[in-house]
Each structure stands twice: as C-alpha cells, then as structure tokens.
C-alpha cells in the first residue's frame, strides 16, 4: 500500500509543473540602464509554460516591487519559435537572448503580441498572462520546445538604454504540462511497479 501511495505522489509532483523556471537575483540592474532603478523592474522570478491540452502559453513575471501603475514599466517575453531570430541585445552584452516574437505585458494594464491585444493580471509583484498558442505561431519549433527569455523595460526611455533587467540573460526551454494520456501511462506503468514488487 505505501507503494502505491509512493506511486500516486510520484505521478501527482510529476504532472505539476516548477512554479518558476527562472530565479534572478535582485539588484542585478544593467549598466546600460539609464532609468530609475525601482522594484516593479528588477526581476525575482519567471516563468513560460505551454500547456499542450488547452493549447495555451501563461507567461509570469515575479519582481522586487508591486507593479500596478509603475510608471512606463513594461514586461517582455522574448519567444524563438524557430527560423531565423534576432540577437537585439548583443550590444549591452546579451547575445544569447534571441527572438522572433514578443509578448509584451504592461503595469499599466496592457498587453500585446504583435498586433493582438493581451490582457496582464497584476496582482502585488506579479504579472502574468495565458494566451492561445495562435497568438505565437510556429515557425519551425512545436510549441513545446520553443525558447524564451525575459527583460524589463522603462518605455520612457528610448533605445536599448530602456532595458532594466534580464531574467534569464539567455533563452531557455518553455516548461511544458503534457497531455492527460501521458500522465495515465506513467500512473498506470508506476502502479503496476509497486504491485510487483509488493508481490517480490
């Protein structure tokens, strides 16, 4: 029995995905930054998740002070969806952060990926958003293995002076949640290991 119970704990840590992929360190703010250093942009956490059954991404940010209403503050989820990418960063020292599609999330309420409008959920230190995979279309990569990498920005400074904070400083995997069938298979094949040897 406390095989089993082993078994479905297993499987239940399994299926939830790591709260955050990304941990960056605070006070870590760019040289190059010529804007106030405030909490709202300097990134504690961060994560990208592709949910393959709903087909959707949710994109979080966790910084060092509350952001609603941080004057120019913005957030921006740079995705390599595969095919060419661009290395805008290279220049201030980033040249492993590379994209082909941003998702763009704002203290002030605001969002959007290209041309299509996404709504942030702002709560103390956190924004966030969950959005059709549609809004990011592939370009050579599933979903699943698609990069990504986060920057912080002031919007009232122009230029490459406007980044805050990167976090990571290159792009890493989005963490996948796989589908029902998977999860199944994984229960049923760890149930029938401890069933064995239970039997032993």
């Known amino acids: 029995m406390k ?5 479905a704990a297993l499987v239940a840590a399994a299926a939830a995905p ?3 992929a990304f941990d960056d360190p605070a006070g870590d703010f760019l040289p190059s930054f010529t804007g106030t250093q405030v909490g709202a942009l300097d990134i504690l956490q961060s994560s990208a998740v592709f949910d393959s059954t709903t087909r959707t991404f949710t994109i979080t940010a966790i910084t060092n002070g509350p952001i609603a209403g941080a004057a120019g503050a913005a957030f921006a989820f740079g995705f390599d969806k595969g095919g060419a990418t661009n290395p805008a960063f290279a220049a201030i020292g980033f040249p492993d952060v590379k994209f082909n599609a941003v998702a763009s999330l704002r203290a002030d309420g605001t969002g959007a ?13 956190s924004i966030s958003a ?5 809004l990011l279309p592939s370009t050579g990569l599933d979903f699943g293995n698609f990069t990504w990498a986060l ?7 122009s230029g490459l002076p406007r980044n805050a904070d990167f976090g990571p400083t290159a ?25 064995r040897r239970r039997a032993a």
């Open 171 to 195: 792009n890493i995997q989005v963490s996948s949640v796989p589908e029902p069938g998977s999860w199944a298979l994984m229960a049923a094949g760890l149930s029938l290991f401890a069933l």
């Open 18 to 20: 790591a709260a955050f």
């Open 130 to 134: 969950t959005f059709s995979a549609d």
């Open 3 to 7: 095989l089993l119970a082993t078994a």
């Open 113 to 125: 990926i290209g041309a299509n409008a996404v709504t942030p959920v702002i709560s103390g230190n």
């Open 151 to 157: 920057w912080s920005q002031d919007l009232t400074i």
